[in-house]
């Protein structure tokens, strides 16, 4: 029988070594969100119907555009901050972990609404992409072992924890189906980023099972 090493440091990381560059590409993101509406707006809001549409060929495409198309400026506003501040705290394993868990997010939201969603509707808006991090936040330090990791769970719920409401349905309007599996994806997200460097450790260990 053989002891699995411990997650490396960097996967226990609360906040991104690099924080200016993370600060950088989390703003560049953001600001890209708010060029795609500022076009929008100059189309009369023509990209609103480039969302994802449930089990339409046509709307499988909407699954790479939707999460840089918003609504209106309040749904835009409204997905801001938790944009801003998920998506750099999700960042504290590198950029290239962080691209890959939002890649995965992304996919999983998208699919996701594209199965279960409502029928004729166009759904768009980075709010799966906020759930998922969210998500990715509060389930990583469960996955790495990781107390730090852990604390900063609790306080992303105590103060966003009323947003888990999203998950369910119940407001007209808003695609509850991008939140959960925005949120699934952030899950998954953690799981295998956890397995990965764990499988690393043990690489570069030697260990051997017994």
């Known amino acids: 029988m053989s002891t699995l090493p411990a997650p490396t440091e960097p996967a226990k ?21 708010y060029l795609m509406e500022l076009i929008d707006t ?16 046509s709307g499988l495409d909407g699954i790479v555009w939707a999460p840089v198309l918003h609504g209106s400026w309040a749904h835009l506003f409204a997905n801001t901050i938790p944009v801003v501040v998920f998506g750099f705290l999700a960042m ?13 997010i992304w996919v999983v939201s998208g699919l996701g609404v594209w199965l279960t969603g409502d029928s004729g509707t166009s759904t768009i808006g980075a709010s799966g992409l906020a759930f998922g991090w969210l998500a990715y936040l509060l389930v990583r330090g469960i996955f790495n072992k990781a ?15 009323g947003t888990l409401w999203g998950l369910l349905p119940g407001n007209p309007g808003i695609s509850w189906q991008a939140h959960l599996f925005g949120a699934l994806g952030g899950i998954i997200a953690a799981w295998l980023a956890a397995r990965a460097d764990r499988a690393k450790v043990r690489k570069a260990s030697g260990t051997v099972g017994a």
Do not use: C, M, N
């Not at 690099?18 to 953001?30: N, Q, R």
């Not at 009369?44 to 060929?57: C, Y």
């Open 13 to 33: 990381r609360i906040l991104p070594v690099k924080y200016k560059s993370a600060g950088i590409v989390v703003l560049a993101f953001t600001a890209l969100l």
């Open 42 to 57: 100059g189309l009369h809001h023509g990209l609103d119907d480039e969302g994802v549409i449930p089990r339409t060929l």
């Open 92 to 104: 504290a394993s590198g950029l290239a972990r962080w691209v890959a868990v939002t890649a995965l």
């Open 147 to 161: 107390f730090g990791q852990l604390v900063l769970a609790a306080v992303l719920l105590l103060i966003w924890g």
